[in-house]
Protein backbone atom coordinates (compact mmCIF):
# COMPACT_ATOMS: atom_id res chain seq x y z
CA UNK A 1 0.00 0.00 0.00
CA UNK A 2 1.36 3.45 -0.67
CA UNK A 3 1.45 6.23 1.45
CA UNK A 4 -1.12 8.21 -0.65
CA UNK A 5 -3.67 5.17 -0.66
CA UNK A 6 -3.21 4.78 2.73
CA UNK A 7 -6.62 5.96 4.53
CA UNK A 8 -5.05 7.95 7.44
CA UNK A 9 -8.79 9.79 7.92
CA UNK A 10 -10.03 6.15 8.35
CA UNK A 11 -7.66 5.58 11.17
CA UNK A 12 -7.44 8.78 12.35
CA UNK A 13 -11.17 8.35 13.84
CA UNK A 14 -11.35 7.61 17.50
CA UNK A 15 -13.72 4.34 16.58
CA UNK A 16 -11.31 2.76 14.40
CA UNK A 17 -7.92 3.50 16.38
CA UNK A 18 -9.37 1.90 19.39
CA UNK A 19 -8.98 -1.50 18.79
CA UNK A 20 -6.16 -0.71 17.14
CA UNK A 21 -4.38 1.16 20.21
CA UNK A 22 -5.64 -1.98 22.08
CA UNK A 23 -3.57 -4.34 20.05
CA UNK A 24 -0.71 -2.32 20.02
CA UNK A 25 0.04 -1.43 23.34
CA UNK A 26 0.82 -5.09 25.05
CA UNK A 27 4.22 -5.44 22.31
CA UNK A 28 5.58 -2.46 23.31
CA UNK A 29 4.86 -2.81 27.23
CA UNK A 30 6.69 -6.20 26.99
CA UNK A 31 9.27 -4.89 24.61
CA UNK A 32 10.18 -1.89 27.73
CA UNK A 33 10.45 -4.40 30.18
CA UNK A 34 13.09 -6.47 28.10
CA UNK A 35 14.84 -3.47 27.74
CA UNK A 36 14.78 -2.33 30.43
CA UNK A 37 15.86 -5.34 32.34
CA UNK A 38 18.92 -5.85 29.67
CA UNK A 39 19.53 -2.49 30.48
CA UNK A 40 19.65 -2.61 34.08
CA UNK A 41 22.12 -5.54 34.03
CA UNK A 42 24.26 -3.59 31.64
CA UNK A 43 24.38 -0.71 33.53
CA UNK A 44 24.93 -2.54 37.04
CA UNK A 45 26.98 -5.87 36.07
CA UNK A 46 28.66 -4.76 32.91
CA UNK A 47 29.75 -1.10 32.59
CA UNK A 48 32.66 -0.38 34.73
CA UNK A 49 33.31 2.10 37.30
CA UNK A 50 34.09 5.85 36.34
CA UNK A 51 37.57 6.73 36.72
CA UNK A 52 36.65 10.46 37.63
CA UNK A 53 33.10 9.63 39.40
CA UNK A 54 33.35 5.98 41.33
CA UNK A 55 30.13 4.18 41.26
CA UNK A 56 27.94 7.41 41.30
CA UNK A 57 27.69 8.09 37.68
CA UNK A 58 25.62 5.25 37.34
CA UNK A 59 22.61 7.61 37.89
CA UNK A 60 23.37 8.21 34.21
CA UNK A 61 21.50 5.38 32.89
CA UNK A 62 18.26 6.39 34.00
CA UNK A 63 19.30 10.34 34.70
CA UNK A 64 19.80 10.64 30.09
CA UNK A 65 16.99 8.62 29.08
CA UNK A 66 14.51 10.33 31.54
CA UNK A 67 16.01 13.95 30.13
CA UNK A 68 15.64 12.80 26.70
CA UNK A 69 12.33 11.30 26.73
CA UNK A 70 11.32 14.58 29.07
CA UNK A 71 12.36 16.81 25.48
CA UNK A 72 11.16 13.88 22.89
CA UNK A 73 7.47 14.11 24.35
CA UNK A 74 7.07 17.65 24.55
CA UNK A 75 8.11 17.76 20.50
CA UNK A 76 5.82 14.57 19.88
CA UNK A 77 2.79 16.83 21.62
CA UNK A 78 3.78 19.70 19.58
CA UNK A 79 3.73 17.59 16.23
CA UNK A 80 0.12 16.16 17.60
CA UNK A 81 -0.95 19.20 18.53
CA UNK A 82 0.18 20.62 14.44
CA UNK A 83 -2.07 17.52 12.97
CA UNK A 84 -4.78 18.77 15.02
CA UNK A 85 -4.90 22.65 14.05
CA UNK A 86 -3.77 21.41 9.91
CA UNK A 87 -6.50 18.01 10.04
CA UNK A 88 -9.14 19.10 12.28
CA UNK A 89 -8.63 15.71 13.23
CA UNK A 90 -10.50 14.76 16.82
CA UNK A 91 -7.63 11.68 17.52
CA UNK A 92 -4.77 14.61 17.53
CA UNK A 93 -5.80 16.16 20.50
CA UNK A 94 -6.41 13.19 22.69
CA UNK A 95 -2.96 11.63 21.67
CA UNK A 96 -1.75 15.43 22.99
CA UNK A 97 -3.27 14.72 26.19
CA UNK A 98 -2.50 10.92 26.53
CA UNK A 99 1.54 11.87 26.12
CA UNK A 100 1.32 14.95 28.87
CA UNK A 101 1.23 13.01 31.88
CA UNK A 102 3.92 10.72 31.05
CA UNK A 103 6.03 13.53 29.68
CA UNK A 104 5.28 15.20 33.12
CA UNK A 105 6.28 12.60 35.23
CA UNK A 106 10.03 11.81 32.71
CA UNK A 107 10.43 15.57 33.27
CA UNK A 108 10.07 15.44 37.14
CA UNK A 109 12.32 12.23 37.09
CA UNK A 110 15.29 14.38 35.40
CA UNK A 111 15.03 17.32 37.72
CA UNK A 112 15.24 14.98 40.50
CA UNK A 113 17.45 12.12 39.84
CA UNK A 114 19.81 15.29 38.47
CA UNK A 115 19.48 16.79 42.45
CA UNK A 116 20.56 12.97 43.27
CA UNK A 117 23.38 13.32 40.91
CA UNK A 118 24.45 17.02 41.80
CA UNK A 119 24.83 16.93 45.11
CA UNK A 120 27.82 14.06 45.45
CA UNK A 121 29.49 15.65 42.44
CA UNK A 122 28.97 19.32 42.53
CA UNK A 123 27.57 19.84 46.14
CA UNK A 124 24.58 21.08 45.07
CA UNK A 125 21.22 19.87 45.10
CA UNK A 126 20.03 22.37 42.75
CA UNK A 127 21.44 25.43 40.81
CA UNK A 128 20.31 27.99 38.89
CA UNK A 129 22.51 27.65 35.24
CA UNK A 130 20.27 27.35 31.83
CA UNK A 131 19.98 23.56 31.73
CA UNK A 132 18.39 23.08 35.03
CA UNK A 133 16.43 26.31 34.45
CA UNK A 134 15.39 25.50 31.42
CA UNK A 135 13.79 21.94 32.32
CA UNK A 136 12.39 23.17 35.37
CA UNK A 137 10.32 25.38 32.71
CA UNK A 138 9.91 22.80 30.67
CA UNK A 139 8.06 20.80 33.86
CA UNK A 140 5.75 24.10 34.22
CA UNK A 141 5.05 23.73 30.33
CA UNK A 142 3.78 20.14 31.29
CA UNK A 143 1.43 21.18 34.37
CA UNK A 144 0.27 24.51 32.50
CA UNK A 145 -0.82 21.93 29.84
CA UNK A 146 -2.63 19.52 32.02
CA UNK A 147 -4.02 22.05 34.29
CA UNK A 148 -5.36 24.54 31.04
CA UNK A 149 -6.82 20.97 29.60
CA UNK A 150 -8.64 19.75 32.60
CA UNK A 151 -9.47 23.58 33.12
CA UNK A 152 -12.00 23.84 30.37
CA UNK A 153 -15.04 21.68 29.61
CA UNK A 154 -15.53 21.01 26.44
CA UNK A 155 -12.81 18.60 24.69
CA UNK A 156 -12.35 20.07 21.50
CA UNK A 157 -12.02 23.87 23.04
CA UNK A 158 -9.78 22.42 25.60
CA UNK A 159 -7.82 20.81 22.68
CA UNK A 160 -7.50 24.08 21.18
CA UNK A 161 -5.90 25.92 23.98
CA UNK A 162 -3.37 23.76 25.21
CA UNK A 163 -2.85 22.63 21.18
CA UNK A 164 -1.38 26.21 21.36
CA UNK A 165 0.21 25.83 24.71
CA UNK A 166 2.03 22.68 23.23
CA UNK A 167 3.29 24.77 20.31
CA UNK A 168 4.63 27.98 21.54
CA UNK A 169 6.22 25.87 24.54
CA UNK A 170 8.18 23.95 22.01
CA UNK A 171 10.64 26.80 21.52
CA UNK A 172 11.64 25.43 24.76
CA UNK A 173 13.03 22.57 23.90
CA UNK A 174 15.90 23.15 21.44
CA UNK A 175 16.62 26.13 24.46
CA UNK A 176 16.96 22.88 27.28
CA UNK A 177 19.36 21.38 24.70
CA UNK A 178 21.86 23.40 23.47
CA UNK A 179 21.81 25.09 26.90
CA UNK A 180 25.37 23.83 27.89
CA UNK A 181 26.60 25.21 24.50
CA UNK A 182 24.80 28.25 24.48
CA UNK A 183 25.75 29.41 28.26
CA UNK A 184 28.36 28.77 31.01
CA UNK A 185 26.80 25.96 32.80
CA UNK A 186 27.53 24.02 35.47
CA UNK A 187 26.04 21.20 33.90
CA UNK A 188 28.42 19.07 31.67
CA UNK A 189 28.33 18.99 28.11
CA UNK A 190 27.50 15.62 26.29
CA UNK A 191 27.42 12.17 27.85
CA UNK A 192 30.44 11.66 30.28
CA UNK A 193 31.99 9.05 29.43
CA UNK A 194 31.36 8.76 26.11
CA UNK A 195 34.41 10.32 24.77
CA UNK A 196 37.10 7.97 26.95
CA UNK A 197 37.42 6.57 23.51
CA UNK A 198 38.21 2.54 25.76
CA UNK A 199 35.72 -0.89 25.30
CA UNK A 200 34.54 0.89 28.95
CA UNK A 201 32.75 3.22 27.73
CA UNK A 202 30.82 1.58 24.93
CA UNK A 203 29.22 -0.61 27.22
CA UNK A 204 28.14 2.17 29.50
CA UNK A 205 26.98 4.12 26.18
CA UNK A 206 24.83 0.65 25.20
CA UNK A 207 23.21 0.89 28.72
CA UNK A 208 22.06 3.99 28.43
CA UNK A 209 21.09 3.50 24.72
CA UNK A 210 18.91 0.45 25.85
CA UNK A 211 17.70 2.46 28.58
CA UNK A 212 16.45 5.13 26.44
CA UNK A 213 14.80 2.93 23.99
CA UNK A 214 13.09 1.24 27.18
CA UNK A 215 11.48 4.30 28.15
CA UNK A 216 10.62 4.85 24.36
CA UNK A 217 8.97 1.84 24.40
CA UNK A 218 7.11 2.37 27.91
CA UNK A 219 5.94 5.65 26.24
CA UNK A 220 4.43 4.74 23.34
CA UNK A 221 2.02 1.50 25.63
CA UNK A 222 1.16 3.61 28.33
CA UNK A 223 0.27 6.67 25.62
CA UNK A 224 -1.70 4.67 23.68
CA UNK A 225 -3.45 2.71 26.15
CA UNK A 226 -4.08 6.24 27.78
CA UNK A 227 -6.06 7.31 24.90
CA UNK A 228 -8.22 4.42 24.80
CA UNK A 229 -9.59 6.08 28.61
CA UNK A 230 -9.64 9.47 26.87
CA UNK A 231 -11.52 8.37 23.79
CA UNK A 232 -13.96 6.49 25.82
CA UNK A 233 -14.38 9.16 28.16
CA UNK A 234 -15.43 11.22 25.38
CA UNK A 235 -17.34 8.83 22.96
CA UNK A 236 -19.34 7.07 26.27
CA UNK A 237 -22.77 8.63 24.58
CA UNK A 238 -21.84 6.77 20.97
CA UNK A 239 -22.83 2.93 20.36
CA UNK A 240 -19.87 1.94 19.46
CA UNK A 241 -18.09 3.12 22.98
CA UNK A 242 -20.86 1.07 24.83
CA UNK A 243 -20.59 -2.18 22.27
CA UNK A 244 -17.15 -2.25 22.51
CA UNK A 245 -16.93 -2.34 26.74
CA UNK A 246 -19.73 -5.09 27.15
CA UNK B 1 33.09 -8.93 38.04
CA UNK B 2 32.80 -5.24 39.09
CA UNK B 3 31.49 -6.17 42.79
CA UNK B 4 33.06 -8.07 45.48
CA UNK B 5 30.15 -8.89 47.54
CA UNK B 6 26.52 -7.92 47.60
CA UNK B 7 27.34 -5.49 50.24
CA UNK B 8 29.53 -3.79 48.12
CA UNK B 9 27.23 -3.51 45.28
CA UNK B 10 24.95 -1.90 47.35
CA UNK B 11 27.61 0.47 49.03
CA UNK B 12 27.53 1.46 45.18
CA UNK B 13 31.25 2.90 46.20
CA UNK B 14 29.82 5.33 48.77
CA UNK B 15 27.00 6.50 46.33
CA UNK B 16 24.24 4.23 47.19
CA UNK B 17 21.65 6.86 48.25
CA UNK B 18 21.93 8.77 45.42
CA UNK B 19 22.52 5.53 43.24
CA UNK B 20 19.32 3.79 44.41
CA UNK B 21 17.39 7.09 45.39
CA UNK B 22 17.17 7.88 41.97
CA UNK B 23 16.43 4.10 40.46
CA UNK B 24 13.85 4.05 43.43
CA UNK B 25 12.19 7.00 42.09
CA UNK B 26 12.34 6.17 39.20
CA UNK B 27 10.45 2.85 39.43
CA UNK B 28 7.89 4.55 42.35
CA UNK B 29 7.34 6.90 39.41
CA UNK B 30 6.42 4.63 36.38
CA UNK B 31 4.78 2.32 38.98
CA UNK B 32 1.68 5.22 39.83
CA UNK B 33 1.45 6.16 36.08
CA UNK B 34 0.72 2.56 35.56
CA UNK B 35 -1.37 2.26 38.38
CA UNK B 36 -3.31 5.35 37.40
CA UNK B 37 -3.46 4.74 33.73
CA UNK B 38 -5.37 1.19 34.67
CA UNK B 39 -7.89 3.08 37.03
CA UNK B 40 -8.69 5.66 34.88
CA UNK B 41 -9.43 3.27 31.84
CA UNK B 42 -11.58 1.19 34.86
CA UNK B 43 -13.40 3.81 35.16
CA UNK B 44 -13.91 5.44 32.22
CA UNK B 45 -15.74 1.87 31.46
CA UNK B 46 -17.53 2.16 34.64
CA UNK B 47 -19.28 5.63 33.63
CA UNK B 48 -20.32 3.62 30.37
CA UNK B 49 -22.03 0.89 32.07
CA UNK B 50 -23.55 3.58 34.51
CA UNK B 51 -25.33 5.56 31.79
CA UNK B 52 -26.33 2.34 30.29
CA UNK B 53 -28.32 1.04 33.02
CA UNK B 54 -29.76 4.45 33.57
CA UNK B 55 -31.14 4.30 30.24
CA UNK B 56 -32.68 1.21 30.84
CA UNK B 57 -34.67 1.52 33.35
Known amino acids: MSFKNFRWFHWAAPQTFYPVAGRLWRPFAVLAVVLAAVALYMGFFVAPTDFQQGEGYRIIFVHVPASWMSMVIYLAMAFWAFLGFTFNTRLSGMMTQALAPTGALFTFLSLWTGALWGKPMWGAWWVWDARLTSELILFFLYMGYIALTSAIEDPRRADKAGGLLALVGAVNVPIIYFSVKWWNTLHQGASVSVTKGSSMAQTMLWAMLLMALAFWAYTIAIALYRVRSIILERERHTGWAQEVTT | ?57
Not at chain 2, 23 to 41: H, T
Open chain 2, 1 to 57: MIWASWSDFWAMGGYGQYVWGSYAVVALGLMLEVRSAVQRQRRAIALIHDQQEDSDL
